[in-house]
């Protein structure tokens, strides 16, 4: 898996163009945050809608597949639920990836512009958030490119690691 990145404005995602969009929906966390607040800006609060009509809740395992055009460059968002804030834990961001992986491979979307779970509350570090991604996602070749949604010094943050990492790979 490539990573590469983006940050979280809308004119930034604007200027991407892959099929699915991938973003958080955290169950206390009215109206939303992070891209999930972003696209629901742009939709003209059709998440909100669908989260004040509790058709979308952000419990853990709730996926929420949501039209981005014409709207948005994307086909599809995907909106994954990630629990209460207080309760996300580096176990619950394992439940959501795995969730996202399978999800993406269902859709056969080799590509995405993804927000990682918990990442816009900060639930997660961005460093050990891209480890655990790269741990589950080794072993399967079905994702080619994920662009992360991050700031520039999670962008940085996350960069290192990788480089140290796969150094630290190469010595063993």
Known sequence: MDLRFTQPHLRKL???G?????AALAEDERPPQG???L???RLAGRISKLVASRFATGVVGEVLLVPARPKLPFDKVVLFGVGRKADFSELVYRAVIEKVL???EGLFARTAVVELPGRHFGGISPERAADVL???AGG?????????VEPLEAQRLITQQTIMERRRVRTL
């Open 14 to 16: 604007d200027l991407l």
């Open 18 to 22: 892959t099929e699915v969009l991938v």
């Open 35 to 37: 891209v999930a607040g």
């Open 39 to 41: 696209v629901d800006y």
């Open 102 to 104: 399978s999800t993406l």
């Open 134 to 136: 790269l741990e589950m």
């Open 140 to 148: 399967r070749p079905e994702h080619d490119v994920w662009t992360l």
